[in-house]
């Protein structure tokens, strides 16, 4: 079975400087996509970025980047520029490429900004 | 376009009771899928349904069940409720099974 693994419960930085949230997985499927969702106060889940395994160039959506190494499992998203609305839970999750959507989700990190 | 809707947003039974949660996913998507929150066990995957059919199927007991409309929307339903099922239950939704899930809101449940 895969899991995944956030080692940081808590994240906290300064309001315009960058953070990294880490993230672990395990699995031996060699076809799966990796996510990273943003839950806010408002409990809706977010996506904020993707990444497909076969692809090795890390996946970019504006202020938001990953650092994905396949080999060692791992799977960071880093934030630019923090924001106050980055503020909320983040969840790393992992997919398995065979078809059924079935999520499999990491603990969350509560990232914090400090104005 | 609208989003994920579920309805109610909130909830309170009694243990024993039975209870239905309700998904209007995305119009055009045929995928939806539910999971369960809660602060001891996180995400937890419960099952998807894809063109009126169960796909997957997490590990909970029998007493959770869904099912899926001719239109897409979902219904998820726990029955002899017991506390620990007081949790938040999201649903999402997605066009196909190999496409980014879109979540809505969520029901907190909270069973006394």
Same mark, same amino acid.
């Given at each position: 079975a895969q899991t995944v693994t956030q080692s940081q419960p808590e994240m906290s930085v300064q309001e315009a400087e960058t953070v990294t949230l880490s993230c672990t997985y395990d699995t031996s499927e060699s076809d799966y996509y990796l996510f990273w969702y943003k839950q806010p106060p408002s409990r809706q889940m977010i996506l904020v970025i993707r990444q497909e395994a076969y692809k090795q160039q890390n996946a970019t959506e504006n202020r938001f980047s990953v650092n994905f190494q396949k080999a060692a499992k791992s799977f960071s998203l880093k934030i630019s520029d923090s924001q106050l609305g980055d503020a909320a839970m983040y969840f790393c999750a992992y997919r398995s %490429?065979? %078809?059924?959507q079935k999520l499999v989700f990491g603990q969350g990190t509560r990232l914090t900004i400090n104005p | 376009k609208a989003g994920v809707t579920q309805t109610p947003r909130y909830l309170i039974k009694t243990r024993g009771q039975q209870v239905t949660l309700s998904c209007s996913p995305i119009s055009g998507h045929r995928s939806v899928s539910w999971y369960q929150q809660t602060p001891g066990q996180g995400l937890q995957f419960l099952f998807e349904y894809f063109s009126e059919t169960q796909r997957n199927k997490g590990n909970f007991p029998g007493r959770f069940s869904g099912r899926q409309f001719s239109n897409s929307r979902s219904e998820m339903n726990v029955s002899t409720l017991e506390l620990g099922d007081s949790a938040l239950y999201l649903c999402a939704s997605s066009p196909q099974s190999h496409t980014e899930a879109f979540f809505g809101q969520g029901t907190r449940l909270t069973v006394v």
């Open positions: %490429g065979e %078809g059924a | -």
